[in-house]
Each structure stands twice: as C-alpha cells, then as structure tokens.
C-alpha cells in the first residue's frame, strides 16, 4: 500500500489545504479591517498567547485502515491519471490527522466536522506565518463553519460562522463581497502554494471537491485510455 507516499503528496496537499484555508482566512481578516486600530483590537481580542488542546479520540484500527486505504487510492488514481471519486467522513480526516506522520503540522491544531453540506474546522493555529508583529508570536484559537468546494481551477468559500475562542468574528466576515473576494485571493495563493511546494503536476489531477451531506468528495481527472472508478 502506498499510504505514507500519498500522504506525503496528494494526501498532505489535499487536506493540507484547510490549515492553508485559516491561515489565508486570519491574514484576510487582520488585513482586510478597519487600518491599524483593527489590528490591534484583533490582536488583543480574538487571538491568544497559547494554543488549545484539539486532541482526536484514538482512532480505532479498522478506521485507520479504512482511512488509509481511500487516500491510497486517491493517490493511485492521479498516479494513474485516473477518473476516481473518494469520499472522506470526518472521522476519515480525523483519523489521519491523528494517526499520519506526514499530517504532523495539523495534530492538536486542526479538527474536522461535516454535516448538512457543511465544514466545521475547530482551530488552534499558530500565527507565525503572518510575519505581523504581535501576531506572529500567537495563535487562533477559534472555529470556522462555511461551505467549501474547488471546481477546476477556482475555489468557492461561503463562510457561515466564525468563533475565536467564545467571541464570534466580526459580520462582515460573512457576506458575499467577502466571500467573493476571499474565494479569488485564496484560489490565486493555494496555486502558488502547490507549485512552491510539490509541483502543478497532481495538483492538475483534481477535478472537483465539494462538502456534499457528510462527506468530502473528491473527483479526479482522467487521462487518455484511464479508467474510471469510485469508492
């Protein structure tokens, strides 16, 4: 099984792309407010010294395998350049968050729910990429539900409801403007992320992903005389 090499790559890039989604989504907050004196509000209200324990139940071993095996054929289909869709639970993701070494960044900082075509992340994200004085010492703490879905080659982010820590985040936040605009900028700088870290190539392989009922479904492109499949 190639479960740690699809991991590392598709694996790590697909669900790699929601700790990508709160990072974009703080930068765009602490930048797209009201000027300097927003940015020290939000520094001091909706951020914390310290992260959160977003600890995982164990996993159990029937759900780590079945886990690992539709990420290895997630892997196998843009190996083989494939038509496939895959669908991950929540406790799919959850699971390999919490058992996947090459999903280390995200244990303890990232949790996963989805319910009625919606995503829940629970966040306790170290802000250290900001570069932004004051913040890049802290983290968020907080929770984000929208809709989320990639259709080739554009993202499209509905954000619901967003919490740090109990304070909910500022109304704005969730209307369409934003919305539009964020689901633009976070296309443009989840490509740039892809090619910096691991090429264009399987990246390109990915046709669709959309939160639909309780799952995350991903569909993947066919090449010339590909199968075409789905579990």
């Known amino acids: 099984m190639h479960s740690k090499f699809a991991s590392r790559k598709e694996g790590s890039c697909v669900a790699g792309c929601l700790v990508t989604v709160a990072i974009l989504f703080i930068?765009?907050?602490?930048?797209g407010g009201a000027g300097w004196y927003f940015y020290e509000k939000f520094a001091d209200e909706y951020?914390?010294?310290?992260?959160?324990?977003?600890?995982?139940?164990?996993?159990?071993?029937a759900e780590t395998q079945h886990a690992e095996n539709t990420l290895s054929v997630l892997h196998g289909a843009l190996v083989n350049h494939q038509a496939t869709t895959v669908r991950?639970?929540?406790?799919?993701?959850?699971?390999?968050?919490?058992?996947?070494?090459?999903?280390?960044?995200?244990?303890?900082?990232?949790?996963?729910?989805i319910a009625n075509s919606l995503l829940l992340l629970e966040l306790s994200v170290p802000l250290?990429?900001?570069?932004?004085?004051?913040?890049?010492?802290r983290w968020f703490n907080g929770s984000l539900l929208c809709?989320?879905?990639?259709?080739?080659p554009n993202f499209t982010f509905d954000p619901k409801e967003g919490r740090a820590g109990d304070k909910r985040l500022?109304?704005?936040?969730?209307?369409?403007?934003?919305a539009t605009s964020f689901?633009?900028?976070?296309?443009?700088?989840?490509?740039?992320?892809?090619?910096?870290?691991?090429?264009?190539?399987?990246?390109?392989?990915?046709?669709?992903?959309?939160?639909?009922?309780?799952e995350l479904i991903i569909t993947t492109r066919a090449g010339a005389d590909a199968e075409t499949s789905s579990i």
């Open 170 to 178: 500022p109304s704005w936040l969730l209307s369409r403007n934003f």
């Open 147 to 152: 809709s989320f879905s990639y259709h080739a």
């Open 183 to 214: 689901s633009g900028g976070f296309t443009k700088g989840f490509r740039k992320a892809v090619q910096k870290r691991e090429g264009d190539e399987a990246w390109d392989g990915i046709e669709r992903i959309e939160v639909r009922g309780d």
């Open 27 to 31: 930068l765009a907050l602490v930048l």
């Open 128 to 137: 250290s990429e900001t570069q932004l004085p004051r913040l890049r010492e």
């Open 47 to 61: 951020t914390s010294a310290h992260s959160i324990d977003l600890r995982i139940p164990p996993p159990t071993t």
């Open 88 to 113: 991950f639970t929540a406790r799919d993701l959850n699971t390999l968050i919490a058992r996947s070494p090459d999903f280390d960044d995200m244990r303890n900082r990232v949790r996963v729910d």
